[in-house]
């Protein structure tokens, strides 16, 4: 094959001598690009998140405050201020989810085949614009649920818009090799997106709940403007196209998926991937009947719905928890529940680069699961003993929790997206990863709502239920974690 040759032939920049060769500027900018990406994807999905995290911190200033805080228990903002508050709190987070996850199937779909810069910045525009329409409820003095329910509903479709297009922007630029080092940190973006939005959120919340959703959305949308005018969202799409070119710059990412062998198999991945082929996108059923993806994307159901129900009510829980006998302010439950999202950071990172190392994505997923069970139980039982204890706890928590969430959303949904079975065909990555996704976010929808409900019978139930599908996210990853550990079995014989 005429890349192959090429690959293997002497060219200009090749020497048998032992002066250094200078640096390609091509490669150099190709690196600029690399590292622009992921600054953009990276400050678009944090600033996705961050717009996503107001209801969570508003939660204990629209529903009903603690007991012993004040002296009128249902004291908040209507519809949510009565005994029933948190079942309303639970059907926004429903509303939004259930769009979310429905939304993704057809944001994955779309973004195989339109341009993804554009289909990106649409999407944080359009978030922006939700995100504030749901805070100006407080200026209108809006008490009508069927309004805020709307306001989810379109903002959780349009916010679906965004992992499908960022992942396939960096799956796009990157290879496989350290993939979930790289993806583990730049994955980061969830929880710095968490931090950043309960920041903001918290800051403000004092002079009304609205501006808690104003300063975010405002965010996303200015960051969605430095999208649309800077996101490359190829190689293809900086002239990176011709195969000499693309041979120079990805002469790592070719050697590293054409393999040491040389199999037949990987002569389409090389071809589409050097020559600058168009491979016709993957069908939805087609995606789901791709090795891996069905136990990954059942195993994310219940995964994220642990994951999310901390991001949704983990401020409204330390309200109404109290920390050595006493409850904290609205404002110091929103920064407090940050330490969470410090640990998920860390967990994230450790997830990838334990994942590289051993090679095994299901055996370092199943580790980090099996692990945050007993991080959960601590928490609940001897989180309210003092302040030093909760932090600790809660950082264990989020770092066990988001660590395989993390691994799988991201390193995970893009190896199963351009493995050999597609030949390398990027035009499946979006959709994998929404399928991933999406079946995640149902989870992480019913979570929401029942934790709303559950709520009002007791914390202890809202546990249980965190723990009980913590086991089941193990349990569909089970086939392939023992899979993973033969073949190290069989490489070591």
């Known amino acids: 094959m005429e890349t192959l040759t090429l690959i293997s032939s002497s060219s200009p920049t090749t020497t048998t001598t032992s002066t250094p060769s200078p640096p390609n500027p091509s490669h150099r900018i190709f690196l600029r690009h690399q590292i622009s990406v992921l600054l953009l994807t990276f400050s678009a999905y944090a600033a996705f998140h961050a717009s996503r995290k107001p209801p969570s911190i508003v939660k204990s200033v629209l529903g009903p405050e603690p007991q012993s805080a004040t002296g009128n228990p249902h004291s ?61 409820g407080f ?17 959780g479709l349009v916010q679906s818009i965004g992992w499908p297009c960022v992942v396939s922007v960096v799956g796009n630029w990157f290879g496989k090799s350290k993939r979930g080092l790289i993806m583990g940190v730049w994955n980061s ?28 959305g405002v965010l996303i949308m200015v960051v969605g403007v430095l999208v649309f005018w800077f996101l490359v969202p190829s190689p293809g ?8 070119m693309e041979v120079e710059m990805n002469l790592d990412i ?8 040389g199999e037949d198999d990987d002569e ?20 789901w009947r791709l090795p891996g993806v069905a136990p990954y994307a059942f195993c994310l159901f219940f995964s994220k719905l642990v994951a999310y129900t901390f991001l949704y009510w983990l401020p409204f829980y330390i309200r109404h928890t109290a920390v050595a006998g006493k409850h904290l302010s609205h404002k110091a439950a929103g920064i407090l529940s940050t330490v969470f999202d410090v640990g998920g950071v860390f967990g994230g990172i ?29 928490y609940r039982v001897y989180g309210s003993v003092s302040m ?8 264990l928590s989020g770092y066990f929790v988001n660590g395989p969430y993390s691994l799988i959303t991201s390193a995970v949904a893009t190896d199963l997206g351009t493995q050999n079975m597609i030949k390398g065909n990027s035009k499946a990555l979006a959709t994998v990863t929404a399928i991933i996704d999406g079946t995640g976010s149902i989870g992480a929808a019913v979570g929401s709502l029942l934790t709303g409900y559950i709520s009002t019978r007791g914390w202890n139930d809202v546990f249980l239920m965190l723990i009980v599908s913590t086991s089941f996210a193990g349990l569909f990853l089970i086939h392939l974690a023992k899979a993973e550990i033969r073949n190290k079995w069989n490489e070591t014989k």
Request: glycine content about 12%; overall charge negative.
């Open 76 to 136: 908040g903002w209507a519809p949510f201020d009565g005994p029933r508050g948190p079942h309303r709190l639970g059907e926004l987070d429903l509303a939004f989810l259930s769009a979310y996850s429905l939304g993704m199937y057809f944001a994955g779909h779309a973004g195989d085949r339109i341009d993804l810069r554009v289909l990106l910045s649409f999407g944080m525009l359009a978030s922006g614009v939700t995100t504030v329409i749901f805070g100006l």
């Open 139 to 155: 200026w209108f003095g809006v008490h009508r649920l069927g309004f805020f329910l709307a306001v989810q509903i379109v903002s």
């Open 189 to 216: 973006h969830t929880s710095v997106g968490n931090i950043l939005g309960s920041v903001l959120a918290s800051s403000v919340l004092e002079f009304g709940w609205g501006w808690s959703f104003v300063l975010p």
């Open 237 to 244: 799409d900086a002239g990176f196209e011709s195969p000499k």
């Open 254 to 261: 070719v050697e590293e998926e054409v393999g040491k062998d």
């Open 268 to 287: 389409g991945l090389l071809q589409n991937r050097v020559t600058g082929f168009d491979p016709v996108a993957i069908g939805f059923f087609e995606a």
């Open 350 to 378: 450790s997830a990838g680069f334990l994942s590289d190392k051993i090679e095994a994505r299901a055996v370092t997923s199943i580790l980090f699961l099996s692990f945050s069970i007993p991080a959960l139980i601590l």
């Open 388 to 395: 030093p204890v909760n932090i600790g706890l809660m950082f």
